[in-house]
DNA sequence: GAGTGGTCTAGACCACAGG
DNA sequence: CTGTGGTCTAGACCACTCT
């Protein structure tokens, strides 16, 4: 056995452990697209760890698009147009970050209301039962472009103010740790529709431009609903991801 | 060690074989939804594989969204929202499939062409070199719901026809048969437009009415790029897509 | 404390790619 | 033929959840 690790004295699985210094070896640009990584059983070697766990920490980054491997070829670094385009929950200010922008908000409301017959088929609660909703614009580098209406399911007595939320960096990190609020999956909904009234006016557009739909429920890691959200968001607006091998393997 | 398996008699791996077992059982609706599964250690001794066997294929359909699993609490079936939510690379007939829906097309163009600037940059090629062109209507259930402009990579020499496209249930399968198109992975880039003059005639719809633009670069399994595809959807059409956890592990 | 999933090991053999 | 990734085993111990 080894020592554990150098620096990151955390309690880390060596596997991440493991996935953490490649990954970084591969953003800092120091190996080229494609390149070829050590043999697994060489990478075993050296960090001296099974090769099982080479393995583990070979999937974990293939899961993220950072790698790939054939059989009996190699294991390779991805293009970068591959790279970084693994979405995740709270992916707004993450893709803000990969653009090099700077993601924002403005709050138009927070305040609690009943579900209606709709939304409460979809959260799985009774209609008339007690949600949080929160309006706001989405913000690029200061500028709109985008809305969000967000429905949650919170513990009784969670009361959320305004304030806390645009101190708040994230809002996902304040219900987290104020609340409970454990999100693990989400599905989401794409469509185009267009702008009404409403919509043109807070995003500064014509009724009736075009706009990139999302639904989207989040769930627990218990799998309950938490949250229902519908995101209006301007044509200029990407939304980027990453699809995996075909359905036959 | 066991006799394989009884009617599966391909050489299908241990792990894939037991997810298939699981799988099929769950999309008869024979488990409730969150309903718990035996223990890893459980399916290990009845299935005759190891402890280590079990997990992988555990992790192989947690990947595809049909179970989840919490530390120390057990592995549940996922709810039906998720299931079949994951995206494969050819998902247009998947996703007519998951409606019950009928998927087809009507090819309207088919043809080589040179690679513009634009499209070179993006397949890795120079501009002028040979592409094949495939312009087609999408239909569901014999109504139009969008167009797709696809430009292909294909070895020198490579010759497809109109009549082989339609007699083909579906063009990857065509080609990869046909000649070595090996799809891996792609990247797709969503966003909402306005229709053009010629996208309303195509799609029977009003120009500057919304649609779904969706960008895809495809890959081979050398990360190669090998397809652009421009895709353009009606409002009606859905792009279901799932979303794993949060980005923090 | 009992039961669960999560990590890890040290071997073994198979299947594929490439010279 | 050699080297690579892919599968599989039989243990072991840790970390978490629930009662």
């Known amino acids: 056995m080894m020592k554990i690790d150098d620096t990151t004295a955390l309690t880390l699985p060596r596997y991440k452990w493991l996935a ?8 800092q640009g120091l190996l080229a697209d494609n390149q070829a990584l050590p043999s697994e059983r060489e990478l075993a070697e050296r960090y001296e760890v099974s090769r099982d766990t080479v393995r ?4 974990y980054m293939e899961e993220r698009g950072i790698i790939y491997s054939g059989h009996g070829r190699g294991t390779f670094v991805a293009p970068a147009i591959v790279r970084g385009t693994t979405r995740f929950i709270d992916s707004f200010s993450q893709d803000a970050n990969n653009r090099g922008s700077v993601a924002g908000q403005r709050v138009l409301n927070v305040e609690p209301v009943a579900a ?50 645009e101190r708040a960096g ?58 229902y959200c519908l995101m209006k968001y301007l044509s200029s607006y990407r939304y980027k991801t990453r699809i995996a091998k075909r359905s036959g393997d």
């Open 116 to 165: 209606s017959m709709a939304i409460a088929g979809l959260l799985n609660v009774r209609p008339g039962d007690p949600l949080l909703r929160i309006h706001r614009i989405r913000l690029m580098d200061n500028a709109a472009v985008g809305l969000h209406d967000a429905y949650f399911v919170l513990p009784p007595g969670a009361k959320v103010t305004l304030s806390q939320i």
């Open 170 to 227: 994230s809002l996902y990190k304040l219900l987290t740790e104020k609340f409970g609020f454990a999100p693990a999956e989400a599905v989401e909904n794409l469509s185009a529709g267009a702008a009404e009234q409403e919509d043109a006016r807070l995003l500064n557009i014509q009724k009736g431009d075009p706009l990139l739909i999302c639904e989207r429920i989040t769930l627990s890691d218990r799998r309950e609903p938490i949250e």
């Open 56 to 59: 583990k920490a070979v999937r």
């Open 20 to 27: 953490n210094i490649i990954g970084t070896t591969i953003s």
